[in-house]
């Protein structure tokens, strides 16, 4: 019988975890959306857009990574590498860039090779679909993108919602991006330190002989991952540099082959997050080299690989990805400023930098709120949700959604290992934080079946069902630690659920005979970031046997996907409120002090009362004004925004008195100032006056720009 999905225990589940779990951040995550949450935590997911005018980045709080964006008209295309998963290149529509509509994928399966199909225990993990370019001539789509091993595939529409053409070119260009000129010369751009430009002949198919040179020397700051451009009659072409830190260059010249110049346009912009877990040597049977989370380092994190766009009003906006640890590499979306003839990520006054939360482009359309993919699948629809995908080709006769209706039946085929495992069905794991939750039903399984949920990475690990010579067992098994560990099962229906905090690179697993109540297995399971997959944590459905021969089914009855924290704005913002703020670094309150700004000690006369209380006012679009509640002034911005520059001024003196509200996503804020569009900044331990010339957060939050704020009763 169908259970009643979804069901009602979104909060309960997540409270229950943090009871199971002790973890602090899922009481926080319960806390937050029970305090400021207009909606319950089930049917919640990951949306930028804030309702409010503005949206918060990343776009989606999933891997895609490798963004390619185009806008043909009122209309903006956008596409990303896929690497092994079926289908790949998904098709993303969107009216106002910051909500997006999967339109389909541009390549069903790419079944070119056995390593594709997984076959005699070959895997393509990490290969596969890298880096494409999206582009819109004479009325065509084109998707380019490399293949590793197998060249460089051209993939066509005349409307991007399908049918795909797909060729193979004679060529073999690694990350290439594409420009088709106002001559009618059709240029790519590839290479790593070295960029390089060939024409390509007409029918795409392959380069015109001797057209290839070297268009930038390798040491000139350029990277890889290319976007090119012919904006005002200049060759603009943006790349990436991943070493020793990522970054993003700009190339300029008045002709094609150049000579080029090489500027920084965005660097350093992190949004807070530091490298968590990193998987070392892997070269080795398990267990492997987990190097833990340096404080403070950025590594890959920053905002790279990515380009702009011009929109209907005239605005300039760009795009790029951040490998945001565990959760895979995500979208970002930056406003882009020109200065003396260059685009810049982020606005005047803080170029390079590129603010978490800003006002929605100005398209000159505004779509309602709402996420590009469907998470949660009940199984009783003709076809699968469209979040869905496979890990590698799948053997299409192995699975049904009509053997049981209402139930995904996975048919076990032969395999050593969850690795090698054909037919595991995948969807991206959901950050911050989320809970994955599968109904199960294994009267099917036959000995050596193996049926459950997974956390696809390196190391993997699993929550499941075995079906052995001795019996029917659920059994956790992690691959760093190898042994699995056991429970005698009498049920034949069992929930499984798994509870990933990215913000950590943290996660268990669980299991339930009833659907409420659950039980952990195995303790807590680190999730390295690693570039074998080169994707983030996906979860997984699968069914294999390791007797080497096809056994019998599991069905699957329900997959939901859970998001304590899935609002870019945590909170709502306090307006008409009284708060006081804190700063994370070092407990100081900021105060009201001889109508200056200044941190004080929390012990502080100063602390009390009504000098460290402040009403929030709303400006709109998600901006505040401060009015310091001791004598009715207005948190005010002087002069450069340096040291004594943040003043209380007696009258609302417009963008000068205003904040972009800037939510975090764990507790803090930062409040951006209108007037310097840089940050309100307490030096930490300093002792000094507020100013507003923060660039943005540090890593770990405690620079001086990062604050709680809390609600005076």
């Known amino acids: 019988m169908k259970s009643n999905f979804p069901r009602k225990y979104g909060l309960r589940i997540l409270i229950l975890s943090s009871f199971l779990f002790g973890e602090e951040v899922c009481a926080q995550g319960a806390k937050s959306q029970s305090q400021g949450a207009d909606e319950p935590t089930r049917h919640c997911t990951w949306t930028a857009d804030n309702g409010n005018g503005?949206?918060?980045?990343?776009?989606?709080?999933?891997?895609?990574?490798?963004?390619?964006l185009i806008r043909v008209g009122d209309d903006y295309y956008m596409t990303g590498t896929t690497m092994h998963t079926m289908p790949g290149l998904p098709v993303l529509h969107s009216k106002d860039l910051v909500n997006w509509e999967l339109l389909s994928y541009a390549v069903e399966r790419?079944?070119?090779?056995?390593?594709?199909?997984?076959?005699?225990?070959?895997?393509?993990?990490?290969?596969?679909?890298?880096?494409?370019?999206?582009?819109?001539?004479?009325?065509?789509?084109?998707?380019?993108?490399?293949?590793?091993?197998?060249?460089?595939?051209?993939?066509?529409?005349?409307?991007?919602?399908?049918?795909?053409?797909?060729?193979?070119?004679?060529?073999?260009?690694?990350?290439?991006?594409?420009?088709?000129?106002?001559?009618?010369?059709?240029?790519?751009?590839?290479?790593?330190?070295?960029?390089?430009?060939?024409?390509?002949?007409?029918?795409?198919?392959?380069?015109?002989?001797?057209?290839?040179?070297?268009?930038v020397e390798a040491g000139s700051g350029a990277g890889e991952g290319s976007h090119i451009y012919k904006i005002d009659g200049k060759y603009y072409i943006t790349n990436t540099n991943y070493d020793p830190v990522c970054y993003q260059a700009c190339l300029r010249a008045d002709e094609p082959y150049g000579p080029y110049e090489v500027n920084v346009m965005s660097a350093e912009e992190n949004l807070g997050v530091g490298t968590g877990w990193r998987l070392g040597r892997s070269a080795d049977p398990p267990p492997f080299e987990l190097i833990e989370p340096v404080e403070n380092f950025v590594g890959c994190i920053p905002m790279h690989q990515g380009g702009i766009v011009q929109i209907q009003s005239g605005e300039w906006w760009g795009w790029?990805?951040?490998?945001?640890?565990?959760?895979?590499?995500?979208?970002?979306?930056s406003p882009v400023t020109w200065k003396d003839g260059w685009p810049y990520f982020g606005l005047p006054g803080n170029l390079t930098r590129s603010p978490r939360t800003w006002v929605k482009p100005n398209t000159g359309f505004s779509s309602e709120p709402h996420a590009p993919f469907e998470r949660d699948d009940d199984f009783s629809g003709p076809a699968?949700?469209?979040?869905?995908?496979?890990?590698?080709?799948?053997?299409?006769?192995?699975?049904?959604?009509?053997?049981?209706?209402?139930?995904?039946?996975?048919?076990?085929?032969?395999a050593e290992t969850f690795w090698t495992a054909r037919n595991a069905l995948t969807q991206r794991g959901m950050g911050p934080e989320s809970f994955a939750i599968t109904e199960l039903d294994v009267s099917g399984l036959e000995t050596g079946d193996h049926a459950g949920l997974a956390l696809l990475n390196v190391p993997y690990a699993w929550i499941g069902v075995?079906?052995?010579?001795?019996?029917?067992?659920?059994?956790?098994?992690?691959?760093?630690?190898?042994n699995p560990v056991d429970v005698k099962l009498k049920n034949s229906k069992v929930w499984?659920?798994?509870?990933?905090?990215?913000?950590?690179?943290?996660?268990?697993?669980?299991?339930?005979?009833?659907?409420?109540?659950?039980?952990?297995?195995?303790?807590?399971?680190?999730?390295?970031?690693?570039?074998?997959?080169?994707?983030?944590?996906?979860?997984?459905?699968?069914?294999?046997?390791?007797?080497?021969?096809?056994?019998?089914?599991?069905?699957?009855?329900?997959?939901?996907?859970?998001?304590?924290?899935?609002?870019?704005?945590?909170?709502?913002?306090?307006?008409?409120?009284?708060?006081?703020?804190?700063?994370?670094?070092?407990?100081?309150?900021?105060?009201?002090?001889?109508?200056?700004?200044?941190?004080?000690?929390?012990?502080?006369?100063?602390?009390?009362?009504?000098?460290?209380?402040?009403?929030?006012?709303?400006?709109?679009?998600?901006?505040?004004?401060?009015?310091?509640?001791?004598?009715?002034?207005y948190v005010t911005v002087k002069g450069l925004g340096g040291l004594a520059e943040v003043r209380i001024e007696a009258e609302d003196q417009g963008e000068a008195s205003t904040f972009q509200w800037q939510d975090m996503l764990k507790g803090?804020?930062?409040?951006?100032?209108?007037?310097?569009?840089?940050?309100?900044?307490?030096?930490p331990f300093a002792g000094s006056l507020c100013s507003a010339d923060s660039r943005g957060a540090r890593p770990d939050r405690k620079g001086g720009a990062c604050f709680e704020w809390r609600l005076v009763e």
């Open 668 to 683: 803090d804020l930062m409040l951006m100032s209108l007037y310097t569009h840089r940050y309100l900044f307490a030096d």
């Open 496 to 633: 499984l659920r798994a509870h990933c905090n990215f913000d950590t690179d943290k996660a268990w697993l669980s299991y339930s005979l009833d659907g409420e109540n659950y039980t952990p297995m195995g303790g807590e399971i680190i999730l390295p970031y690693s570039l074998i997959t080169f994707q983030g944590v996906r979860y997984a459905l699968f069914n294999f046997n390791t007797e080497g021969k096809e056994g019998g089914n599991a069905d699957f009855n329900s997959f939901e996907v859970i998001e304590p924290r899935c609002k870019g704005l945590t909170r709502p913002i306090p307006y008409d409120m009284v708060i006081t703020l804190t700063s994370i670094a070092d407990s100081t309150v900021l105060a009201n002090w001889r109508n200056h700004l200044r941190p004080v000690d929390k012990n502080s006369h100063f602390a009390e009362g009504d000098l460290s209380h402040f009403r929030v006012l709303d400006r709109g679009n998600g901006r505040v004004a401060l009015q310091s509640v001791s004598n009715g002034g």
């Open 54 to 68: 503005t949206y918060t980045n990343p776009l989606f709080y999933e891997e895609f990574s490798d963004p390619d």
């Open 110 to 215: 790419l079944d070119i090779g056995p390593e594709l199909r997984m076959e005699d225990g070959k895997t393509f993990y990490g290969q596969g679909i890298w880096a494409p370019c999206l582009r819109f001539h004479k009325d065509t789509f084109y998707i380019f993108s490399n293949v590793n091993r197998y060249g460089t595939q051209i993939f066509t529409a005349a409307d991007p919602r399908g049918p795909w053409k797909h060729r193979t070119m004679n060529a073999k260009l690694h990350d290439l991006t594409v420009l088709f000129d106002d001559d009618g010369k059709i240029y790519a751009v590839w290479g790593y330190n070295e960029v390089k430009m060939v024409q390509l002949t007409k029918d795409l198919m392959d380069v015109v002989p001797g057209t290839e040179k070297v268009i």
């Open 466 to 482: 075995a079906q052995t010579g001795e019996g029917r067992f659920l059994r956790f098994y992690n691959q760093q630690a190898g």
């Open 320 to 333: 790029s990805m951040l490998d945001y640890n565990s959760v895979g590499r995500v979208t970002a979306l």
């Open 384 to 414: 699968l949700k469209n979040v869905w995908q496979w890990n590698h080709v799948p053997v299409d006769s192995k699975w049904s959604l009509e053997e049981r209706k209402g139930y995904l039946r996975l048919h076990s085929l032969p």
